[in-house]
Structures are given as C-alpha cells and as structure tokens.
Nanobody
C-alpha cells in the first residue's frame, strides 16, 4: 500500500506558476506509475499528466501540453507537477494517483487504472 499527500497548491494570478508535490509513503514508490488529475466543481475528474516508473515516459493532456511538466524523484518518493503560464481554467483540485505495475515504461491516462489517490490540493488561478 502507498499513501499519497499532495502539497503546493494555492492562489496565483493568470500567467503565474506553481509547483505541486506528491509525497508517497513506503519503500516501493519506484514500482508505481504515477499520474496527476484535476477536478473542478460540477465536472468529472480530468487526467492531466502521467509518468512511468523510471520517468522515461511522460504524457500530457492537450490542455496543459507545453505549460505543465511532470517529474519524479524515486529516491525522495515524490512526484511533481510544475505548472507554468497558468490560466483561470486551470483552477481545480489537483490529485496525484499511483498504480503499481510490473512494466518499467508504461503510463496510463485512465482514472480507472489508478488504485491509490491523494486527498488533493486546491489550485486557484485568478484572472
């Protein structure tokens, strides 16, 4: 089992930046592929970015491509989401998620593939 705790959210003006962190408990963090999702009031949870176990593969939703960067530090049991050029439509609760997999390079966009979730951190972008 892995427990996930997000941090780094807050209020920022449009065009600004934030860096989210997700700290994972346990000694097997490197066995999990990781993802970031977000959810706004009244909307379904939306996939944002994903990273493979070894960080060799990453993928992004079209809405954030070129602005957000996902990364991980397996030695620190942490996954990050660097968010630049933020827009008001990026306002949401951001969640990190983990899925244990044997495959070193695989990633997934599907919310149903992730077994472990954090409680989320609020990101608010003002116009």
């Amino acid at each position: 089992q892995v427990q996930l705790v997000e941090s780094g959210g807050g209020l920022v003006q449009a065009g600004g930046s934030l860096k989210l962190s997700c700290a994972a408990s346990g000694r097997t963090f490197s066995s999990y592929r990781m993802g970031w999702f977000r959810q706004s009031p009244g909307k379904e949870r939306e996939w944002v970015a994903a990273i493979s176990r070894g960080a060799g593969n990453t993928d992004y939703a079209d809405s954030v491509k070129g602005r957000f960067t996902i990364s991980r530090d397996n030695a620190e049991n942490t996954v990050y989401l660097q968010m630049n050029s933020l827009k008001p439509e990026d306002t949401a609760v951001y969640y990190c998620a983990a899925d244990q997999t044997w495959t070193w390079s695989s990633i997934t966009r599907s919310v149903n593939d992730y077994d472990h979730w954090g409680r989320g951190t609020q990101v608010t972008v003002s116009s």
